[in-house]
């Protein structure tokens, strides 16, 4: 089966789903599947040239909605060689060049929003709401509602998805998602961390790892670990990942001297590769309370190296970690953020152990992305044989 994914940056910076669709393909490699990305990135861009797969660049473009010609010449010539194609992300040109490329023909397109129908954004950010309002009703509508299906990383994500928007009709397939970890022995070491963050060495390591951005509730957990590292020197707060590029790596560091515990943070900046598994290595608990936050790459990457987490209620994967016993979700508050904390601060060593053996035995059971690779297969398989099937019929009762 011939399937090609579409997306707008395979860039690793972007967040979750250019590093999604990398866990994706591996996945179904696996599986003895040989899918391909569209992307419109530059063929020299930095991370086209090492992407791990087949992929074809046809940009750059010159705007942030993505348009170009390129796209729908490349969708006309090519599109139709395909048996699927499953499109990454809402609000850019290139789910409508696929729309409009494959609306009524034989070959059926699939949608994966990655989060991007949270109603959170309606009211984190209403100015913006209201664009996409007028897109939605002029646009998105379309291509939502036409594909063959909507496909959902969590039966939370498919609810929330379905409040957010007037004349929403879609076909919801939830499917789940994951990553791809190998000998996690192989992956990175505390020691190595340690030596290039020698403050870090013999503490008991918070981990934030993720874009610092408002969205992601840096700020509550910096508050809420300068309460609950009061009386506690072995406490350590890490915070790794790029600044959103608006400032707010730098409001969050005036945050941390104000509440006096600038000198038990340690900034990163982006990790990658070994320096990022060795990051998760050293820590002994991974923090997230996300205002919003589809799935979490990281909490999950977390989870495989056996470190429980501490997430919001907003993490849309929080029921299967919490029923896994493989941390704690609180909301996503301040009150929220210490609560958790304290929590786990209030674990004894044997509790600790279990949380770290749950947390692997959650990733390998829910998380791991063979799993969403069979299902994504799963359901695209019998939408793309009726297809073909009624192409079929159609030709056979027009012949004399």
Known sequence: ?????????????????????RQLMAATFALGQFPEVLTLDAPDDEWV??????IHAIGPVMFNYGYTGRLDRWLRRNARDYDALVVHGLWQFHGLAVWR???????????????MLDPWFKHAYPTKHLKK?????????????????????ATEEASLAAQTFKNYRAKPAVIGYGIVVGDTARLGSAEAFAQARPETRGKRNVLFLGRLHP???GDLLIEAFAQAAVGDASLHLVMAGPDDGAGTGAAWKNLADRWGVADRITWTGMLAGDAKWSAIQAADVFALPSHQENFGIAVVEALALGVPVLISD?????????????G?????????????LRRWLALDAEQRTLMKMHAVACYQQHFHMASAAQRLIDVVTPRTRHSHDAVT????????
Request: glycine share 12%.
């Open 101 to 115: 490329a494959l609306r009524g023909g034989p070959v059926p397109y699939f949608l994966y929003p990655h989060g």
């Open 393 to 400: 019929r159609q030709g056979l009762d027009s012949q004399p």
């Open 49 to 54: 040239m090492s992407f791990p797969g087949s």
């Open 328 to 340: 704690f979700a609180e909301s996503d508050t301040l009150e929220g953020t210490v609560t958790a």
């Open 215 to 217: 969205k992601k509730g």
């Open 1 to 21: 089966m011939r399937i090609l994914h579409v997306i707008r940056s395979v860039n690793r910076v972007n967040g979750g789903p250019a590093e999604g669709v």
């Open 314 to 326: 907003k993490v849309n994967i929080w029921r299967e970690i919490v029923n896994d016993g493989a």
């Open 133 to 153: 309002s007028l897109y939605w009703r002029l646009v998105e509508s379309r291509v939502v509602n036409d594909a063959a299906a909507v496909l959902f990383t």
